[in-house]
């Protein structure tokens, strides 16, 4: 009998509120992760390195925020780890190692990230260039634009508050951990429950009918990759912090997970289905699998293919050739 509950209450929950189902599931195989090391190491696990997985999630958990919204489109956003390398090497060096520039160091950066976003979006919605080639395109001028300018490094460090904000605690409780709550509030909200967030819903199931109602598809679509980088420059302007300075291809290893917490997180590739909740799983789990891979020493090329392999199977999850062979 008590075997059969945790099933049951898995098919109740699908049942009464199946956009809860993925993010539970997510989570509780990050929780599977943690104990199944545990056997392999007593160590692994404890509050100290909970604490440090959480705070290095946050970088994760704001840039797949902005894929999320590309990919509720039905597009992808491939320029964000060209824009989170930017926004550290940016804020590095307007910054020089002084709190004196940051106010506007900081904003400047974003703006800067932002426009890039803006570029992508202008290419999808008004030049009809398929997001896939848009953001790559964006993202490779750009990487150029950077590398010209920075020769690849920064030889300063980051604003010293920058770097006491990801280091700091309050009341023992790390000041990342406290921002990456409040940003899962504000982005769920800003998805799932503003006028906003619902025509991007709308737009990603059906952009013909989207046009019929009259939605304002090239501004809705520019705007989400507007946040798309802006949320990659935010993420990279933190990850500077977190590391005292910046380099040009700093934001690279955070692409493809990205993507693969949105998928993984329940999210439908061709657009139109998903929930940031599920996508903040998808980071958690990720996030929880990198510190895995690296207590068992792996290589970075193992990484890229457990996690392709995660996305693999997420999209067949998703096929209705499977859901069919389950009927």
């Known amino acids: 009998m008590a075997s059969a509950q945790p ?23 990050a929780v599977a992760l943690v104990l199944s090391m545990r056997v392999v190491n007593p ?33 992808i956003d491939l320029s964000i780890g060209v824009v989170m390398s930017i926004g550290g090497m940016m804020i590095t060096g307007l910054t020089r190692g002084s709190n004196d520039a940051l106010l506007w160091a900081a904003p400047a950066t974003l703006l800067c990230c932002a426009a890039i976003g803006v570029l992508n979006g202008v290419g999808i919605a008004l030049l009809q260039i398929p997001p896939f080639i848009t953001t790559l395109a964006v993202g490779t001028v750009s990487f150029g634009v950077a ?19 990801m280091s700091g605690k309050f009341h023992g409780l790390p000041y990342p951990i406290l921002m990456t709550l409040c940003f899962l509030v504000l982005a769920t909200v800003v998805q799932g429950q503003t006028a906003e967030g619902r025509k991007l819903y709308a737009l990603g199931s059906s952009p ?6 009259g939605l304002p598809i090239a501004s809705l679509t520019i705007a989400a990759y507007a946040v798309s980088a802006l949320c990659a420059g935010g993420s990279g302007l933190l990850l500077a912090g977190y590391s005292s300075s910046a380099t040009l291809d700093m934001g690279d290893p955070f692409l493809m997970p990205t993507i693969a917490a949105v998928v993984i997180g329940g999210a439908r590739v061709t657009g139109g289905r998903g929930s940031y ?37 997420a999209l067949i999850l998703q096929s209705n050739r499977w859901r069919s062979w389950k009927r």
Do not use: K, Y
């Open 208 to 213: 013909a009918a989207a046009r019929i109602v």
């Open 7 to 29: 099933g049951a209450l898995v098919r109740s929950l699908a049942l009464r509120r199946p956009e809860l189902l993925p993010p539970v599931l997510v989570l509780a195989g």
């Open 277 to 313: 909740l599920g996508t903040f799983a998808g980071a958690i789990f990720l996030s929880t699998l990198a510190t895995v891979i690296t207590a068992l020493s792996l290589s970075q090329g193992w990484r890229n293919v457990i996690q392709g392999g995660i996305i693999l199977a």
């Open 43 to 75: 160590r692994f696990g404890s509050p100290e390195q909970i604490a440090a997985i959480l705070v290095t999630s946050i970088f994760l958990v704001v840039a797949a925020f902005g894929q999320g919204l590309a990919i509720l489109l039905g597009g």
């Open 147 to 165: 590398l010209g300018l920075t020769a690849g490094s920064s030889q300063q460090s980051v604003a010293p508050a920058l770097q006491e904000l």
